[in-house]
């Protein structure tokens, strides 16, 4: 991928979500009716789940997805200390360009309760 382009899963999940919460994208009118959010109120983020770094974020058509008005300062601890733990724990990206990619990239799964 070129420098500074964004994936098409990354921009797959950012278009869903930004469809679901804001009623804006490309993927809009899949929202349009659907009861979701519209928007944030000010100090509030859109946020989704599950997580936009994950195989299964909002962009991914066979995974349902929701999203929610949350303070804005909470989405951006929340979402370093995700970061974190991907950095600490060797969380890596799924690699669709490896030989066998679901036999050579590594599988991590996470129970959220």
């Known amino acids: 991928m070129a420098e500074g382009q964004e ?5 797959a999940n950012k278009d869903h979500k930004d469809g679901a919460c804001f009623k804006t ?14 928007g ?17 974020g909002a962009g991914k058509a066979s995974w349902d997805f929701s999203v ?8 951006r601890v929340a979402g370093g200390m995700l970061r974190e733990y ?4 060797r969380m890596l990206a799924w690699d ?8 050579t990239n ?4 996470m129970k959220i309760d």
């Open 106 to 109: 590594d599988r991590f799964y």
């Open 40 to 56: 944030t109120n000010p100090g509030e983020q859109c946020d989704e789940y599950p997580f936009a770094s994950t195989l299964e």
């Open 68 to 75: 929610k008005s949350v303070p804005a300062k909470d989405n």
């Open 25 to 38: 994208g490309p993927q809009r009118d899949l929202y349009r009716d659907t009861g979701l959010p519209n």
């Open 7 to 11: 994936d098409p899963e990354t921009k």
């Open 86 to 89: 991907y950095v600490d724990d």
């Open 96 to 103: 669709e360009g490896l030989d066998r990619p679901s036999e």
